[in-house]
Structure formats: C-alpha cells, structure tokens
C-alpha cells in the first residue's frame, strides 16, 4: 500500500507501528488522519522547522504521498502508555 510504502523514512525514528524508537520524535500510530496530514504540510513548507535532515527529505513527498501516510499511520494501533510493549522502549 502506498501509506506503507511512505512510512519506510519515518521509522529510522518511528519503530514499525510508528510509536517512538527515538525518544524525541512523537508517536504517529493512531492519531487523526486530518492532523497528520496537516502536521506533514507545515513541515513540508517549513512553518514547522525540524533539524533532521532525514524529516525534511522525507517530507518532500507530494500531496497524494502525505495523505496516503497519513491515513496509513491514523490506521495503526495507539500504543500510548504501552508503548514499550509496541516499539521495545520504554513510556515516558
């Protein structure tokens, strides 16, 4: 599926069910798909800065790309509080 296919960036810091590996990055399983969408447009454009040149490369993907990984990853399962047992690290 295209989500899938545009989720491989993200889990060089995002674990497969795209909970945190990295523990500054946030969780992106579960949350409302409009809200990822438009958190993927304002990084894109630069209203959100990041650091990361690997985030800013991923978010060069086009509209059609973004709202596929949005939905992709608004369909995956919230950890939350269990987010150890998800992506092997531990909850804040």
Known sequence: DAGAVAAQPCRSCHSHEATRRDPTAPDLAG???RYLAEQFSLL????????SPEVRAAH???????????AYLSGLAACGAAAAACSGTSAP
């Open 44 to 51: 894109r454009s630069g209203a959100r800065p990041v650091s």
């Open 60 to 70: 060069q993907q086009d509209d059609s790309q973004l709202d596929a990984l949005a």
């Open 31 to 33: 949350q409302p798909s």
